[in-house]
């Protein structure tokens, strides 16, 4: 009797699996789909606004950036969604490969531009324009021409993947180079995000209680409670990947029937989501 109950619970739990693996795949690509047309529309609006305004501060340097960087990954968004629809990858390894890099290369360089916008209103920081524009070029720069051929040289070429598949590269991430990587990229991102949320929030603090009542009257007070906007989205959006990451580091060699392969990708569909971020510039949560 004992053993029919574990081969019982056994087989339930194997009938699972196939529903639960569903119900994630249903997850994904409604995430793409929401990140796709909410991030569309917002860079559409985002875009129009400013043109109208024709500023050209250190802020709308970086936004106009963020724009361009939100663009280049929701035109890759499509191919995702018709891999995960159609459950076959048509493109070819070199798109596949290049639509794997564009999300990782569009996280951090947001990460870069949101973390830059934190610490320029956080420490008051004043650059020419000039400055600016040579920082943000140097920053497309080495992402253009050199990073981004890193990754389509040596990201998925030291394994053999079939043509139909694409997004599993979880055989290159047991490799001690790409897990040094990969937990240096975890801590730093972790760091910096914790580092600048506490300073923030002590600053924050401080203007509360040196403003009180008439907090939101005060300019100063306004644009560092907005910073905060930028820290909240890499909170929401990018640590719960970088904190799955170094699980599935960990455990993606105990992996074999690649059950946590779906929660990677819904987290790292999560960072995706960062590009809602000029829809809530339009309706006026950050602006």
């Given at each position: 009797?004992?053993?029919?109950?574990?081969?019982?619970?056994?087989?339930?739990?194997n009938?699972?699996?196939p529903?639960?693996?569903?119900?994630?795949?249903?997850?994904?690509?409604?995430?793409?789909i929401?990140?796709?047309?909410?991030?569309?529309?917002?860079?559409?609006?985002?875009s129009?606004?400013?043109?109208?305004?024709?500023?050209?501060s250190v802020?709308?340097?970086?936004?106009?950036?963020?724009?361009?960087?939100?663009?280049?990954?929701?035109?890759?968004?499509?191919?995702?969604?018709?891999?995960?629809?159609?459950?076959e990858w048509?493109?070819?390894?070199v798109?596949?490969?290049?639509?794997?890099a564009?999300?990782?290369?569009?996280?951090y360089?947001?990460?870069?531009?949101?973390?830059?916008?934190?610490?320029?209103?956080?420490?008051?920081?004043?650059?020419?324009?000039?400055?600016?524009?040579?920082?943000v070029?140097?920053?497309?720069?080495?992402?253009?021409?050199?990073?981004t051929?890193?990754?389509?040289?040596?990201?998925?070429?030291?394994?053999?993947?079939?043509?139909?598949?694409?997004?599993q590269?979880q055989?290159?991430?047991?490799?001690?180079?790409?897990?040094?990587?990969?937990?240096?990229?975890?801590?730093?991102?972790?760091?910096?995000?914790?580092?600048?949320?506490?300073?923030?929030?002590?600053?924050?603090?401080?203007?509360?209680?040196?403003?009180?009542?008439?907090?939101?009257?005060?300019v100063?007070?306004?644009?560092?409670a907005k910073?905060?906007f930028?820290?909240?989205?890499?909170?929401v959006?990018?640590?719960?990947?970088?904190v799955?990451?170094?699980?599935?580091?960990?455990?993606?060699?105990?992996?074999?029937?690649?059950?946590?392969?779906?929660y990677?990708?819904?987290?790292?569909a999560l960072?995706?989501?960062?590009?809602?971020?000029?829809?809530?510039?339009?309706a006026?949560?950050?602006?």
């Open positions: 009797m004992p053993n029919s109950s574990i081969t019982q619970q056994s087989h339930s739990s009938e699972t699996l529903d639960t693996l569903e119900r994630l795949h249903t997850v994904l690509i409604a995430l793409y929401i990140n796709l047309a909410g991030g569309t529309l917002g860079v559409i609006m985002m129009h606004q400013l043109f109208q305004r024709r500023s050209q802020m709308t340097i970086i936004i106009i950036s963020l724009l361009v960087l939100h663009t280049f990954m929701l035109l890759s968004i499509p191919f995702r969604l018709s891999y995960y629809i159609l459950r048509k493109f070819g390894r798109a596949c490969k290049l639509a794997s564009i999300i990782y290369l569009h996280m360089t947001t990460f870069a531009f949101y973390m830059a916008i934190v610490i320029i209103r956080l420490f008051r920081l004043e650059f020419r324009k000039c400055y600016t524009t040579t920082l070029a140097a920053v497309w720069l080495m992402g253009a021409l050199v990073i051929p890193i990754l389509l040289s040596y990201y998925g070429t030291s394994k053999t993947y079939h043509s139909s598949e694409c997004f590269f055989k290159e991430i047991q490799e001690a180079p790409m897990v040094i990587m990969n937990y240096c990229m975890v801590g730093i991102l972790v760091v910096v995000c914790v580092v600048l949320t506490i300073i923030q929030l002590s600053v924050i603090y401080r203007l509360a209680v040196k403003y009180w009542p008439d907090i939101n009257s005060h100063e007070f306004r644009a560092q910073s905060f930028f820290i909240l989205v890499t909170l959006c990018f640590m719960p990947h970088h799955f990451r170094a699980y599935y580091i960990q455990n993606c060699h105990l992996d074999k029937d690649r059950k946590l392969l779906p990677n990708e819904i987290f790292l960072t995706t989501m960062c590009c809602l971020d000029m829809l809530c510039f339009i006026g949560i950050a602006h």
